[in-house]
């Protein structure tokens, strides 16, 4: 089904793709392929024992969740715009080679629930490195990126890498605290909520 794979085309609407509405059968991959799609195999993990076992011992080295996306780009075409991902990649080269490029632009250290910013990449430098078989990338989350298949097919991993962030360990106390002692549970104080949204995160602090 789609969502185990997916299509990506630079500077394509995708909300009118012409696949959306067929299912993602051989020959719609293969019609897809030859107007220059790329084809995406998500969480390879799931089905691919050797990936799996990779993941896994990504994850006892990082102590970070491991998953890994295949992506199958033709020569001389793009799968996607320039764009930032939420989460820190490592890109495996396999078959073929890619230019990436890495723009001056960045977000930082985006949040993976927050509303994505599109970046104005279109005067900004950009560092270029081409990938081949056996080469990897990491690309740190927030920075800007996008990959150009050249003269030959291209097949990558990416290695996403989902780090614990200090916000999540947080909002994780703060959930047992409040579990365990009837304070957190109790509706904040009608003056504090009068007060500005600064003076108001302050009063709340103070008073836990």
């Known amino acids: 089904s789609w969502g185990d794979v997916s299509l990506a085309r630079a500077h394509t609407n995708y909300e009118v793709a012409p696949y959306a509405a067929l299912s993602p059968s051989v020959s719609t991959i293969r019609k897809a392929l030859a107007e220059d799609y790329t084809v995406v195999i998500n969480n390879l993990e799931r089905k691919s024992i050797r990936v799996a076992e990779f993941c896994r011992n990504v994850e006892k080295n ?51 629930d927050e509303l994505y910013k599109q970046p104005d990449c279109d005067s900004s430098s950009f560092q270029a490195f081409q990938l081949c ?53 109790k509706a904040v104080d009608i003056d504090v909520l009068r007060t500005s949204e600064v003076s108001s995160a302050h009063t709340i602090v103070n008073t836990l």
Not at 87 to 97: A, M, N, P
Not at 136 to 154: K, M, N, Q, T, W
Not at 161 to 183: F, G, K, M
Request: charge should be negative; aromatic fraction near 12%.
């Open 62 to 112: 990082l102590y970070f969740n491991a998953i890994v996306n295949l992506y199958f780009t033709k020569a001389n075409t793009q799968g996607l715009n320039y764009h930032y991902d939420t989460e820190d990649v490592f890109i495996l080269q396999l078959e073929g080679k890619k230019e990436w490029r890495i723009y001056n632009v960045r977000a930082d250290l985006p949040l993976t």
């Open 133 to 185: 078989p056996g080469d990897v990338l990491y690309i740190p989350r927030g920075f800007v990126h996008e990959a150009h298949a050249r003269e030959h097919d291209s097949l990558h991993l990416t290695l996403t890498v989902s780090v614990v962030r200090w916000a999540s360990v947080l909002h994780n106390l703060i959930d047992i605290a409040s579990r365990q002692d009837i304070e957190f549970r």
